[in-house]
C-alpha cells in the first residue's frame, strides 16, 4: 500500500484544471457579450451553454479532487494534519 504522493496522478489533475479554469472563463466571456440584452441571455444556444457549463464544472471538479486525492495516497484522507 502507498502513502507517498504520485507525480503521474497530480500532473494529470493541473491539465483538468486548467480545462475547468478555461470552460467558466468562456462562458463568462459570453455572458459579458449578452449583457445588456435579455433577448440574448433567454436564448436557447446561451441558457443550454450555462447549463452544460455546470455539467461539465461537477464532472471535471470530481476528476480533479480524484486525481489529488490518488497523488495524496492514504494522507489524503487524514483530518489530523
Given amino acids: 500500500m502507498t502513502t507517498g504522493a504520485r507525480s503521474g496522478d497530480f500532473s494529470y489533475s493541473i491539465p483538468i484544471c486548467f480545462a475547468l479554469r478555461a470552460l467558466i472563463a468562456t462562458t463568462l466571456d459570453r455572458y459579458e457579450a449578452r449583457l445588456g ?45
Fill in 37 to 81: 440584452d435579455s433577448e440574448a441571455l433567454m436564448a436557447l444556444d446561451f441558457q443550454t451553454a450555462v447549463a452544460l457549463l455546470k455539467v461539465d464544472a461537477s464532472e471535471l471538479a470530481v476528476e480533479t479532487v480524484t486525481a489529488a486525492m490518488r497523488a495524496c495516497g492514504l494522507t489524503g484522507y487524514r483530518n489530523d494534519s
